[in-house]
């Protein structure tokens, strides 16, 4: 089924007008090449076994269409729609066009530099030009190489040396009625100078009911710098009827620290791939998600830990509840050069099923090329734990209010781990009402 | 007047009979020790009395305060004042402490149609609770027994009953593992809760135990049936002696 390649040469074409530096055309040619070369993949890549990409294949969306007037989202209304504090510095795009009036990123210290893609690109092309796209560039990526010749805004960061910005960085992605039909590629472009520090929260979310699906095609690259620290979240809370492909692809200098966390709740079918190379001596990588979902949705995580280097450690906790018809994936890839003594990396996945028709494919892959290392992985599909059921039934409990407590507790474990206090707190209140009382996502 | 009567119980697990006709009558106001050796079908007991489902019960009743306890589910059991003290406490990561006994303390009190306290009265009550048997505060935003050493898990299920005040209270080898400032601690919080209208069938392998919880009968368990029964010197004697007289004698 890959012989024909997707239906977007006339769409590319229609982008050709976008502007931008003398460079860029060339980019994005070259990435729709890519793209038209490689075509969607199927279940017989071994990187996509348990996830058919067919209802995005067989469908051409759309190039997210230039807004005409302001968006009718309020500031307030685009907090009550997403987790965290509205005080933190917020872009906010709806439909994959960035809306000012709704953003706000004015107190950042001066010489933390935040723009759109799009301005970023007429005001600093030599330094969009000098990253973008190469640690993301597409080579055997598909949705990669989708993103980069159809990626139109996004994000740019750049913390300079030593720099370290207090409050996170919010990108909201919206998706309202506008987004029918849509195919919208954000982009993110992040720069941690050596020393800096930087919290970045991405959340994907709907505004309302919406009809006719979309697809979000988004890719980030992060550079961290020697003893630099990049946090990164990313709250997937798409539209049911959506489908969600997300990559961020994360290169480690000396020292430095990456913490990732992914929830997905959201879209029909999701897929989040999660990169990083410790390419420098005595990196950590923390690399955490939590996937709630039910009905006929589909969520699946790739996880790619490349210990590049000595003495890194790696750390990935993945928990996944899945009820109704759902179907969950978990792929963790490790790769330990034969440098890269003194690794020591754990991953471990959880899966609580909480229906009969549920299923999960967890799939570790380590490969383990240096000899003084320490790697473990482990993971666990189960149901809910009878002993503390009939624990927490004598001491009073109903059954349904045992079984929420417990999943809850379930989802807790890895919720903890978020530093963010806003988004912990949001996050949980959102899982205990889930599980507990009303249906919310 | 009678809390529980236990009438010719016959039960198995996995198709193995463990209990082969216990009888047993509780009185307000009264504490009964069972002791056995490992094996006898003592924790199965304890444990059916609760409502594990791990059990068939294929003969005999059991009737709690007038109503056949062994049609009532778990919780129903709970929410009537039957309290089992777990042998092996269950952890819980994720759920803590003060939410869940506020949570199971609540549930009690919907049952008997009384009013739920809100997380404040609940704190107040709670700071009572914790001095008699010992614990720390903080121990009440910990998740419920995670991590939790041998010792304080004991201590934290007699927290539990001291929170929900049960008329029938089983304690389930709570002194095993403990040591003797834990055991004294442990005895110290049943005794305090000891009431004309309560009752504790407190289930142990060692004699030790019952220097701190004076019970007022004594039986012995062997091979799923209760082959003696005693006044508190027959604890003694079984200590004195082991059990193997007693097995003999049956």
């Not at chain 1, 872009?91 to 107190?107: D, I, K, W």
Request: net charge negative.
């Amino acid at each position: 089924m890959t012989a024909s390649p997707p239906p977007y040469e006339q769409a590319f074409a229609a982008l050709r007008s976008a502007g931008g530096p003398a460079w860029l055309p060339a980019l994005r040619r070259e990435a729709m090449d890519r793209f038209s070369a490689l075509g969607f993949p199927t279940t017989r890549n071994e990187d996509w076994h348990f996830t058919s990409v067919t209802p995005i294949a067989e469908r051409v969306f759309k190039i997210a269409p230039t807004r005409s007037g302001p968006s009718k989202l309020s500031p307030a209304d685009v907090t009550a729609l997403v987790i965290g504090d509205p005080a933190w510095h917020r872009l906010v795009f709806v439909n994959g066009r960035f809306e000012s009036s709704l953003s706000n990123f004015a107190e950042l210290p001066a010489d933390v530099h935040v723009t759109t893609l799009a301005e970023a690109l007429k005001e600093s092309p030599e330094f969009v030009a000098e990253h973008l796209g190469k640690l993301a560039s597409g080579e055997g990526q598909t949705f990669t190489a989708f993103n980069t010749a159809f990626a139109l805004d996004g994000v740019v960061i750049r913390v300079p040396r030593g720099e370290i910005v207090e409050a996170p960085v919010h990108i909201i992605h919206i998706a309202d009625a506008g987004a029918a039909g849509v195919g919208i590629h954000p982009r993110l472009l992040v720069v941690a100078e050596p020393l800096s520090q930087l919290t970045i929260v991405e959340s994907f979310c709907c505004a309302g009911p919406l009809s006719g699906g979309y697809l979000t095609n988004a890719v980030a690259e992060i550079e961290i710098g020697s003893g630099a620290r990049v946090d990164h979240y990313k709250i997937q809370r798409e539209s049911t009827d959506a489908f969600h492909v997300g990559t961020i692809q994360v290169r480690q200098g000396r020292d430095s620290t990456f913490h990732s966390f992914s929830y997905a709740a959201g879209a029909a079918l999701s897929r989040t791939n999660i990169y990083t190379k410790l390419a420098g001596d005595g990196g950590e990588a923390r690399l955490n998600g939590l996937y709630l979902i039910d009905g006929a949705q589909h969520a699946d995580h790739q996880t790619f830990v490349e210990h590049l280097a000595p003495s890194c450690a790696s750390r990935e906790l993945y928990k996944g509840i899945l009820d109704g018809g759902s179907h969950g994936v978990f792929n963790g890839k490790v790769y330990v050069d034969p440098i890269a003594q003194k690794t020591d990396g754990k991953q471990t996945n959880h899966t609580l099923l909480l229906s009969d028709h549920a299923r999960v494919d967890t799939k570790p892959q380590l490969e383990i090329f240096a000899d003084d290392v320490k790697c473990t992985h482990g993971a666990t599909v189960g149901r809910l734990d009878e002993a503390a059921l009939f624990y927490m039934k004598s001491r009073g409990l109903g059954v349904d209010n045992a079984r929420a407590l417990l999943t809850y507790a379930f989802a807790a474990e890895v919720l903890e781990t978020i530093e963010l206090d806003a988004l912990r707190e949001g996050l949980e209140a959102l899982a205990f009402a889930r599980f507990t009382q009303t249906e919310q996502r | 007047m009678t809390m529980l009567e236990i009438d010719n119980l016959h039960a198995t697990a996995g198709g193995k009979e463990i209990l082969k006709g216990i009888s047993l009558t509780v009185n307000a106001g009264e504490v009964h020790a069972i002791m056995g050796p490992n094996g006898s079908g003592k924790s199965t007991l304890a444990q059916i009395i609760a409502g594990h489902p791990g059990y068939e019960v294929t003969g005999g009743t059991i009737t709690y305060e007038g109503r056949d306890l062994l049609a009532m589910p778990a919780e129903e059991r709970a929410q009537a004042g039957v309290f089992l003290a777990f042998q092996y406490p269950v952890e819980i990561p994720g759920v803590t402490n003060a939410y869940f006994f506020r949570t199971a303390y609540n549930e009690v009190r919907k049952a008997n149609g009384k009013e739920e306290l809100d997380p404040i009265e609940f704190l107040d009550l709670m700071e009572q609770k914790l001095k008699l048997v010992e614990m720390d505060p903080a121990m009440l935003h910990r998740s419920v027994n995670a991590g939790f050493s041998g010792g304080e898990k004991k201590r934290n299920e007699i927290l539990q009953m001291a929170v929900l005040e049960p008329k029938l209270a089983i304690l389930d080898e709570t002194d095993s593992g403990l040591d003797i400032d834990a055991l004294r601690v442990v005895a110290g919080g049943v005794n305090a809760l000891r009431r004309p209208d309560n009752a504790a069938i407190v289930v142990t392998h060692y004699q030790r135990l019952l220097n701190y919880i004076v019970p007022d009968f004594v039986h012995v368990l062997a091979g799923g049936r209760i082959v003696k029964s005693g006044g508190k010197e027959l604890a003694l004697e079984l200590e004195a002696k082991g059990y193997d007289w007693v097995l003999e004698a049956a």
